[in-house]
């Protein structure tokens, strides 16, 4: 049965710090490098080892694959890299610190700003300190300047869809090391998640999740696999 594996980055400065991160590139932290490690021996624990793996351009996400593909030896396995699996863009809010957020604007508005389905949070002015439009590794992408989730699904699941789903079709079992909000992008499409619903799901850092496949390529329920 081919398998997708989905797991979300571990521990960033930031999520450290609890300052709005978005496609800001933060390094992880010494919890996340041992969360990633131990995302790669529960792999390798159960058997479950993937072939063809896919990250995002941001180095938390990339970085978590390898700590987990080095821990399961499955380091030389092809890997592409794409930005459509980037955490959804921040804004305006990227770098603030998420509690003197809240005292500012009040926890109803910074709930509606991180977890609303269809309201992106403001807008990044061009030329600010996180603006990475510039940056050499966005050279001719569309780096958008706020994303709501919508926004977020919209990018990642023609990508999953066009560039994902054929590789699980061919029988590979496919790793994603991606972030909070574009694995809330698969989550709500394979599980069939109302737009209401996904916003409440949260997805705990370094734990990997599987959806298995029938020959329809229908997924079953998503299970963890620290529970199988
Ligand atoms: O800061 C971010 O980019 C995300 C993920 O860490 O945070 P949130 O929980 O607000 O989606």
């Known amino acids: 049965?081919?398998?997708?594996?989905?797991?979300?980055?571990?521990?960033?400065?930031?999520?450290?710090?609890?300052?709005?991160t978005g496609w800001w590139d933060v390094d992880l932290t010494g919890k996340g490098i041992e969360e990633a490690k131990a995302a790669g021996d529960l792999l390798a624990e159960k058997d479950v080892l993937p072939t063809v793996a896919f990250t995002s351009y941001q180095t938390r996400a990339i970085k978590t694959l390898h700590h987990a593909l080095d821990r399961c030896n499955r380091l030389w396995i092809p890997e592409t890299k794409d930005w459509r699996l980037n955490e959804r863009h921040y804004g305006g809010l990227t770098g603030l610190?998420?509690?003197e957020t809240r005292d500012k604007h009040g926890d109803e508005q910074v709930h509606i700003w991180r977890r609303?389905?269809?309201?992106?949070?403001?807008?990044?002015?061009?030329?600010?300190?996180?603006?990475?439009?510039?940056d050499p590794r966005y050279a001719g992408i569309p780096v958008p300047t706020s994303e709501s989730l919508k926004l977020t699904i919209e990018r990642v699941l023609p990508y999953f869809?066009?560039?994902?789903?054929?590789?699980?079709?061919a029988g590979e079992t496919v790793i994603i090391s991606a972030?909070?909000?574009?694995?809330?992008?698969?989550?709500?499409?394979?599980?069939?998640?109302?737009?209401?619903?996904?916003?409440?799901?949260?997805?705990?850092?370094?734990?990997?999740?599987?959806?298995?496949?029938?020959?329809?390529?229908?997924?079953?329920?998503?299970?963890?696999?620290?529970?199988?």
């Not at 869809?161 to 079709?169: E, R, V, Y």
């Open 161 to 169: 869809q066009s560039d994902i789903l054929p590789m699980i079709s």
């Open 179 to 228: 972030h909070g909000n574009s694995l809330r992008a698969l989550v709500k499409h394979l599980s069939g998640i109302s737009d209401d619903d996904i916003t409440g799901l949260e997805i705990p850092t370094g734990q990997p999740i599987i959806y298995e496949f029938d020959d329809a390529m229908k997924p079953a329920e998503r299970y963890y696999l620290k529970d199988s």
């Open 116 to 134: 609303s389905f269809d309201v992106p949070p403001p807008e990044m002015e061009s030329g600010g300190k996180y603006d990475l439009s510039v």
């Open 1 to 20: 049965m081919p398998k997708l594996i989905l797991v979300r980055h571990g521990q960033s400065q930031w999520n450290l710090e609890n300052r709005f």
């Open 97 to 99: 610190d998420k509690q």
